[in-house]
């Protein structure tokens, strides 16, 4: 399936965020914890203001690990919420 990679510095760079700035708002949070490791999924709402008249949602999956006494963010990976979507349970 096709994939598309970017970095926060890659869209940090886009002229509009450069010119406008970025915004984002968490919806809900839902995370799992067991022993060392967790994942967690959030439901956000991002815009880039006077840009985008309605803000784009998506899910953002956080995979974490503990390591002594601080979390550290292993992987995260991200979907953006298309018109036939279907939420899952734990983020409606």
């Not at 869209?11 to 919806?27: D, L, M, N, Q, W």
Request: hydrophobic share 40%; proline share 5%; net charge positive.
């Amino acid at each position: 399936f096709p994939t598309r990679r970017s970095s926060d510095l890659e869209f940090a760079k886009i002229e509009p965020v450069v010119k406008h700035g970025f915004s984002e708002r968490i919806i809900k949070l839902k995370s799992t914890e067991f022993g060392d490791i967790a994942d967690v999924w959030v439901l956000y709402e991002a815009s880039i203001p006077e840009v985008m008249k309605q803000p784009q949602r998506g899910i953002d999956i956080c995979h974490i690990v503990r390591r002594g006494r601080k979390w550290q963010i292993v992987s995260i990976i991200n979907e953006a919420v298309r018109k036939d979507s279907v939420l899952p349970d734990a983020l409606r």
